[in-house]
């Protein structure tokens, strides 16, 4: 039992030596300090005094133990101290794992402010996936299209009477000029970034094969920012 | 495989608002304010040594108009992400020197108006500003079929980042 106290004694007299026998630091802590110090080192003597306890005839192994078990903390420690860096590479990690069109919400500094983030596709365009009129679809981040620009099908979905439409505006595209239907949007909204009153085009049936995310909704971002494989948007 | 690869290659779908300017094919005033390009000296990120930075302002409709320089002939380009390359008008591909004939024009691309021919090409280097970047594969559209130049994700793909603030797109070599 005398040699338990003396290894307790030992041990405390160890962390002690931690700050060089420097009493002053003890000193400029406060109450709370000093009891959060006093209960680490109270748990690290009872887990040494109970390991030499159980490995008494195999000294080596509580070693091993001893050693497992510091690497574990030091790894914690090193691992809180740096998460910024680390938070990085979580979102790094993330973005590889889900699929393309997917968002991820990015945490702000400014409050007021919602951010999303979405990974680049593997044909090299961005689309995300939204919510319009409450009705999930995917749309491809088009700064060429002067508005949000729906297939029928998914305008429909998001409830517009396709039956209905009067394709009166005339759209210039890439092979020449085209009419689409003007609507408008209740709420284009894409996690917690959410517009309201949207103008869009339905096109003709057949005429495109994606939903496009124009300027119409980009215009109404505080930012957009695309940086190697991702895009964030703000708002 | 083709059909797959141009699914998107050119989304271009501009909305006809400034009538006769833009039926006539003239810039209208926001369209010049908008094509001036500028070094940047606001306080932006970080700049890298040797990473060049240019500003766009937003034209009519919120786009982005810049003139790239291609080949050595100036060329006004609008930012595209929804264009999978470059996509030059025919006439600005002739500015630049490429001639074509029509048996060039092997390229099945999806448009937001069916499936146009596009005669595929590699640009020497395109430049906006400071920013030049090289060897970009490009398409080249039939006479009469484009109304502006694209600058579509061959060219913003090799961009460090770009980004929109406050009606102000910032290319980031």
């Given at each position: 039992m005398i040699a338990w106290l003396l290894l307790a004694f030992l041990v405390i007299a160890g962390v002690l030596l931690l700050f060089r026998g420097d009493v002053q630091v003890l000193s400029t802590m406060d109450n709370t300090e000093i009891a959060i110090l006093a209960a680490g080192v109270l748990l690290i003597a009872v887990y040494v005094l109970i390991l030499l306890n159980d490995e008494r005839s195999r000294p080596l192994r509580a070693l091993r133990y001893l050693l497992t078990w510091a690497a574990f903390g030091l790894f914690l420690v090193t691992s809180y101290t740096y998460r910024q860096e680390l938070s990085g590479v979580v979102y790094r990690v993330a973005g590889e794992l889900i699929p393309a069109g997917q968002t991820m919400v990015v945490e702000s500094e400014d409050k007021s402010e919602h951010a999303v983030r979405v990974r680049k596709r593997f044909d090299g365009h961005f689309s995300v996936r939204a919510a319009v009129n409450g009705q999930p679809m995917l749309l491809l981040v088009d700064t060429g299209a002067s508005t949000v620009v729906l297939k029928p099908a998914d305008a429909a979905r998001a409830?517009?009477?396709?039956?209905?439409?009067?394709?009166t505006a005339p759209v210039q595209t890439a092979n020449g000029l085209t009419y689409a239907a003007p609507v408008r949007l209740r709420t284009v909204a894409i996690g917690p970034l959410v517009v309201h009153n949207v103008d869009a085009l339905v096109a003709r049936?057949?005429?495109?094969n994606e939903n496009l995310l124009g300027m119409s909704f980009l215009m109404r971002l505080r930012s957009y920012e695309f940086s190697k494989d991702f895009l964030t948007l703000r708002g | 495989m083709v059909a797959l690869i141009g699914?998107?290659?050119?989304?271009?779908f501009e909305t006809l608002k400034t009538g006769a300017e833009q039926l006539l094919g003239l810039p209208t005033a926001s369209d010049v304010a908008a094509r001036k390009t500028a070094t940047s000296d606001a306080p932006q990120p970080p700049q890298q040594a040797g990473s060049s930075i240019v500003e766009l302002k937003a034209g009519r409709n919120g786009h982005f108009n810049a003139e790239a320089e291609v080949n050595g002939r100036t060329i006004d380009v609008m930012v595209d992400t929804g264009a999978t390359m470059i996509a030059l008008t025919y006439e600005d591909a002739e500015r630049a020197g490429l001639y074509l004939n029509s048996s060039d024009f092997t390229q099945a691309v999806t448009t937001a108006n069916g499936v146009a021919r596009v005669a595929p090409v590699t640009l020497d280097r395109v430049s906006i500003g400071d920013i030049t970047v090289r060897n970009v594969p490009a398409a080249v559209a039939e006479r009469g079929r484009l109304k502006t130049s694209l600058l579509g994700m061959t060219f913003l793909s090799r961009l460090s980042r770009f980004d929109m603030r406050s009606g102000i797109l910032v290319l980031q070599e």
């Open positions: 409830g517009v009477d396709t039956r209905d439409l009067s394709y049936p057949g005429s495109v | 699914a998107a290659a050119f989304s271009h």
